[in-house]
């Protein structure tokens, strides 16, 4: 002010520019001069004291005018500041607001994104063990389904051998049917024999007489007739034991022949049931095979599995840190927030300060302090708007950050519900083709069962097949034992009539010497001797036939025990099936387990899935609330942004007009 007075003194002191009428100052001091020098000086001197005094009033109304004018402006600028300020504060609880929704949201999401991973994880090891139990059922199926077949060739092996075995009882059956026919020969030969003994010994009984007759002279007849007489006993004797060891053979051949047929039958009836066997067998096979294709798939399955679940997982940890960062951001906001409330209501108390400097500038007498008081409280005011405008950038970058995760969240959990539904195609896949896999190694067990048991029973009709034939093979002996006997009998036999021959000459050579008394007995020795040539004949046959029959005793001994040497075998590779089916049937219960395991999982992934996929859905609406929340939040903060700068621009008018006022 004191500045300002002095220019004007200047000015005073100093014509006034223009002017163009009057004579100078020097020419009027001396007119005055030479009037009253002393009078005129004076008054002239008060003159300039008054213009002094009223240009100094002047200044210092248009000072005052000026003074009022920008203290005017300052409270109208404040007033404006204080309504910024009340909107920015507004918008700032508004913003407030809206980060604890948004870190609400992050909550619920980084909630729902740990619950998810649960889930996951419970996937996982359920593919996982999935993917290991059916690894391991493929193993077995893959074990199983050649000893399937092998066990079937072997199988039709087997019937092979029991159908050979069945046709050689029934070869043999023939064979022994030709011993009885044979048998039947002899004991035909033998009745001839035992006729020829009679007639032997009716003979004998004519010689005895013819020696009575020759009293004297048939001494010697009575010796021979005596000797042929029992020589014709023996013979006869002997012919009946034939007869009864013929009988005997024929009883055993009749029981030899249904021992034998009875074993065919058997066979053939084996044969029979193991075609079954095979046919089930068979079948299994076939089964296996579809059984192999569907663990093939549900381990390709839990494979695929294990992989998405990695996938999902990494997705969801993806999403996790997405919503921890959201959760930062939103802190780091509301910190910004709380700090731009603290600016806000220091900004406030600073805003109504200045509209009483203001107002009291309006009146007041010492300009000086007051703008100087007002530049201060400007300068107060502006480090609060920077101290603001620092927490709104800090917000704008959060911000930044916060659409940035809420746009990566989504992206996340589109990509996590596509995994979802791709998990659960396979979960579904698993779970169908376990389901009807677990039916079909369940049938296929009860086949199983049915076709083992059916081996037990072949084993044990080849096994009393085996027994028959050695029974029978034992009875066939007793047949050799007893031919052998007929053969003694016949020696015996073929002896008698070598001797009741060598009688019969002898008694020619008597019949000779008594001449015409011994010709009666010459009659009788011939015919005795014809008839001892006749048995002689008949023995030689018996044994012709004996030895036929040792023959084929022999060689039905031979295939009858082969057979049962062949029904032995048969019953060991029955029993290497049997041993295959037990090794089959412990792998249709480890694939059963596991397909089972792999269906109990399929369904506790389909339940986890489910929990996954409603932290899916949740994630996803909170992505979006939190994408809108974020971009309204964003405007607010544009507009807040926009708010202080217009806020910095007014403190900045304010501290322009406090500066102006201080060089008045």
């Not at 000015?11 to 001396?30: D, I």
């Amino acid at each position: 002010m004191q500045k300002e007075d002095i220019s004007v003194e200047k000015k005073l002191a100093r014509p006034a520019a223009g002017s163009v009428s009057g004579p100078s100052s020097t020419q009027l001091n001396h007119k005055l001069g030479r009037q009253d020098q002393g009078g005129a000086a004076e008054e002239i001197a008060q003159k300039r004291d008054l213009a002094k005094r009223k240009a100094m009033e002047k200044v210092r109304a248009r000072t005052l005018a000026k003074q009022q004018q920008l203290a005017e402006r300052i409270a109208t600028a404040t007033e404006q500041l204080a309504s910024g300020i009340e909107q920015a504060s507004n918008a700032a609880v508004e913003l407030g607001s809206t980060m604890a929704q948004i870190a609400t949201g992050a909550d619920e999401a980084a909630s729902a994104a740990e619950q998810q991973r649960a889930a996951i994880n419970q996937i996982d090891k359920a593919s996982v063990i999935a993917s290991s139990r059916a690894k391991e059922s493929l193993e077995k199926v893959n074990i199983a389904q050649p000893l399937v077949l092998s066990t079937a060739a072997d199988i039709e092996q087997l019937i092979d051998g029991i159908k050979e075995s069945a046709d050689t009882n029934i070869e043999s059956t023939k064979l022994v049917n030709d011993l009885e026919k044979q048998s039947a020969e002899i004991g035909n030969i033998v009745d001839a024999v035992v006729r020829i003994a009679d007639q032997t010994n009716l003979l004998a009984l004519n010689a005895a007489i013819e020696a009575a007759r020759a009293g004297e002279h048939g001494r010697g007849f009575a010796v021979v007739a005596d000797e042929v007489r029992n020589l014709a006993e023996i013979s006869e004797k002997s012919a009946r034991d034939i007869r009864n060891l013929v009988s005997n053979i024929q009883e055993n051949v009749k029981i030899v022949v249904k021992d034998v047929e009875e074993a065919g039958v058997a066979a053939n009836a084996e044969v029979e049931n193991s075609k079954k066997i095979t046919e089930d067998l068979n079948k299994i096979s076939k089964e296996m095979v579809a059984v192999q294709s569907a663990v093939t798939e549900v381990a390709q399955s839990a494979v695929d599995a294990t992989q998405g679940a990695a996938e999902f997982l990494s997705v969801a940890e993806q999403v996790a840190a997405a919503a921890e960062e959201q959760s930062n951001a939103a802190e780091e906001v509301n910190q910004a927030v709380s700090e731009q409330n603290k600016a806000f209501s220091e900004m406030g108390s600073a805003a109504n300060e200045l509209a009483q400097l203001a107002e009291t500038l309006k009146v007041s007498t010492d300009a000086q302090k007051s703008s100087e008081e007002l530049a201060s409280a400007a300068e107060e005011l502006s480090a609060n708007v920077e101290e603001a405008n620092s927490a709104s950038r800090q917000i704008m970058t959060a911000m930044g950050q916060l659409s940035q995760g809420a746009k990566a969240q989504g992206e996340m959990t589109q990509k996590g519900a596509a995994l979802s539904e791709r998990l659960v195609a396979a979960a579904n896949q698993m779970r169908s083709l376990s389901s009807v896999s677990e039916e079909k190694v369940t049938e296929l067990r009860t086949l199983l069962d049915t076709n083992k048991k059916g081996v037990d029973g072949l084993i044990i009709g080849i096994t009393n097949a085996s027994d028959a034939s050695i029974v029978s093979a034992r009875n066939i002996k007793i047949l050799e034992e007893t031919t052998r006997k007929i053969d003694k009998i016949v020696d015996a036999i073929v002896n008698v009539t070598i001797q009741t021959n060598m009688l019969a000459v002898n008694g020619s050579i008597e019949a000779a010497r008594a001449g015409e008394y011994g010709r009666g007995f010459s009659v009788v020795a011939g015919d005795i001797r014809t008839l001892a040539n006749e048995s002689a004949e008949n023995a030689d046959k018996i044994k012709d036939l004996v030895r036929n029959i040792q023959s084929q005793i022999q060689k039905v001994t031979e295939d009858i025990e082969l057979s049962a040497k062949k029904a032995v075998q048969e019953v060991e590779k029955a029993k290497k099936s049997t041993h295959n089916l037990n090794e089959i049937e412990d792998a249709m219960l480890v694939i059963l387990k596991g397909v089972k395991e792999v269906l109990k999982g399929a369904e506790e992934s389909l339940i986890a899935l489910e929990q996954a996929r409603k932290g899916v859905d949740q994630i996803a609406a909170a992505a979006q609330e939190a994408e809108k929340a974020a971009a309204e939040a964003n405007i607010a903060a544009q507009e807040q942004a926009k708010g202080m700068q217009e806020l910095a621009e007014a403190i900045e008018e304010i501290s322009g007009l406090a500066d102006e006022l201080q060089t008045m």
